[in-house]
């Protein structure tokens, strides 16, 4: 089944603690992007990727770090979390050739106290 | 950035009735994809409705249908005889082709939608 994957899905964390965020999919897809979601903010984008060792700026990086060692995976990771990155963090993926179907991962609600 | 606006910031409709939700977007490009992303309580993103700017008319998928308007730069999803299951957040997106692969979704601030038994 075609699917992108997030772990953990909720996480409760203290500031300043470094934590990962992994993603993952199946579809060989070059493209990948994490995005967060806040009350009447919708989603904004934060890193993507367009391949392998290629990684690029979103609207809201600050405070974020990513890499694309392999294809298939585009973690994310908060290496001093401050309570303001309190949000629900969703993954994506597409093809190069189709880029109009983006697939989402399950989201992972992250609270930082 | 590219900006795309939802004005409701909430809805209700009556089920079986028929509901409107609106969206504007700003980009100085002629070549891009609209659509209409459904998130409903399970949180996941569910893809309702696509529309190719090059396309005039308009899509469709069921019950859903968009009005695009490209000279106004407006993208509105209408849902007819609502059900229950419409219950959700609505989200507007705008993503722009581009030859380096770099495919940004924009989305809107979301239209949370209602449907009353």
């Known amino acids: 089944e075609a699917q992108v994957t997030q772990n953990p899905r909720y996480l409760i964390t203290v500031t300043g603690k470094k934590l990962t965020v992994t993603c993952s999919q199946n579809m060989n897809h070059e493209y990948m992007s994490w995005y967060r979601q806040d009350p009447g903010l919708g989603l904004r984008q934060i890193y993507y990727?367009?391949?392998?060792?290629?990684?690029d700026k979103g609207d809201v990086p600050e405070g974020y770090k990513v890499s694309r060692k392999e294809k298939r995976n585009f973690p994310l990771i908060l290496e001093s979390p401050s309570p303001n990155q309190t949000s629900l963090y969703f993954c994506?993926?597409?093809?190069?050739?189709?880029?109009?179907?983006?697939?989402f991962g399950p989201g992972t609600r992250l609270t930082v106290t | 950035a590219q900006t795309v606006t939802q004005s409701q910031p909430e809805m209700s409709v009556q089920e079986a009735e028929t509901v409107t939700l609106s969206c504007t977007y700003d980009?100085?490009?002629?070549?891009?994809?609209l659509f209409w992303y459904k998130q409903p309580p399970s949180r996941q993103m569910i893809l309702v409705i696509r529309?190719?700017?090059?396309?005039?008319q308009n899509a469709t998928e069921n019950r859903f249908s968009v009005n695009f308007q490209k000279a106004a730069k407006s993208f509105s999803l209408k849902i007819s005889d609502s059900q229950l299951g419409d219950t959700a957040m609505y989200f507007c997106a705008f993503m722009k082709l581009l030859q380096t692969g770099a495919n940004n979704l924009f989305f809107g601030t979301g239209t949370r939608l209602t449907v009353i038994p």
């Open positions: 990727s367009m391949n392998v060792e290629v990684t």
């Open positions: 980009t100085s490009e002629n070549n891009y994809y």
């Open positions: 994506a993926s597409s093809s190069d050739r189709r880029p109009y179907e983006q697939y």
């Open positions: 529309q190719e700017a090059y396309k005039q």
